[in-house]
């Protein structure tokens, strides 16, 4: 890992207004973004111009508040487009949510946190329905979870010893140890099941895959309100989820990585 020594402070706080932004997911004015950002008024003033002087951020002229501007679509597509996998995965996923008639995600590691690249919505009137590029935490929620079981058991251990979890619900495990036990249990499984880690009321059911190719840690998974995860429904989900990784992994002519 970077020694912070060594990083870009102006950078950094710019990154700091981008993140805010992209979180909220609404137009902020420049005193919300320093309250966000803990940066002052001033300093928030200056970057922002910056930023939307290069089209990084856009301007609303009926209130002089902020967002993120094209460049970041045009980033994100290109960025997905370099993860060639994501467009051979996408009928897999359609199939998957053919049969559970829930929403199937595929997610990617990426720098510590997990991002969903691609997404077919449930088929029901009532279904959890997270945004693409939205991201998830890695050790609370089936599908960040499952990502880390495609990774050696070094690279996780340190992540789980030298990181401060946020706590969601009541149910979202913080301790190393006990994460630690649980990544153990799901790769022996094959699969991770989460129940309400990271939203009450929502199930996720995920299975890890990875990419040697472009080298990405990946998952597939299934989310669906906590009401309709019922134990034949799980093992349906389960059942149906392992089955299309192991389609997944004949497609690409690669077997389940194991570390």
């Known amino acids: 890992m970077a020694r912070e020594e060594y990083f870009n402070r102006s950078l950094l706080r710019a990154l700091l207004i981008v993140e805010a932004l992209g979180k909220e997911k609404t137009p902020l004015g420049i005193g919300e973004i320093s309250r966000l950002t803990g940066l002052s008024k001033s300093t928030t003033h200056r970057l922002v111009l910056t930023l939307e002087s290069r089209g990084w951020l856009k301007r ?96 996780v251990a340190q992540i789980f010893n030298t990181r401060k979890f946020e706590t969601y619900t009541a149910r979202t495990l913080i301790d ?48 669906l309100p906590d009401s309709r995860a019922t134990e034949d429904v799980n093992k349906k989900i389960i059942s149906a989820i392992l089955d299309i990784k192991e389609e997944i992994n004949l497609h690409f002519n690669f077997a389940t990585k194991s570390i």
């Open 60 to 155: 609303l002229p009926d209130n002089d508040k902020y967002c993120l501007g094209m460049k970041f679509v045009t980033l994100s597509w290109i960025a997905r487009e370099e993860f060639a996998s994501c467009r051979e995965v996408h009928p897999f996923l359609c199939k998957l949510a053919d049969i559970t008639k829930e929403t199937v995600l595929l997610n990617v590691w990426n720098n510590n946190e997990v991002i969903c690249v691609d997404k077919i919505e449930a088929s029901q009137q009532i279904s959890v329905t997270p945004k693409l590029n939205q991201s998830f935490p890695i050790h609370a929620g089936a599908s960040g979870f499952a990502v880390l079981t495609t990774m050696p058991f070094q690279m």
């Open 176 to 223: 190393p140890q006990k994460l630690l036990r649980k990544y153990a249990e799901a790769k022996e499984k094959g699969y991770v099941i989460s129940f309400g880690e990271k939203d009450d009321g929502v199930t996720g059911i995920a299975t890890g895959l990875y990419f040697p190719h472009e080298q990405n840690y990946a998952s597939i998974s299934v989310v």
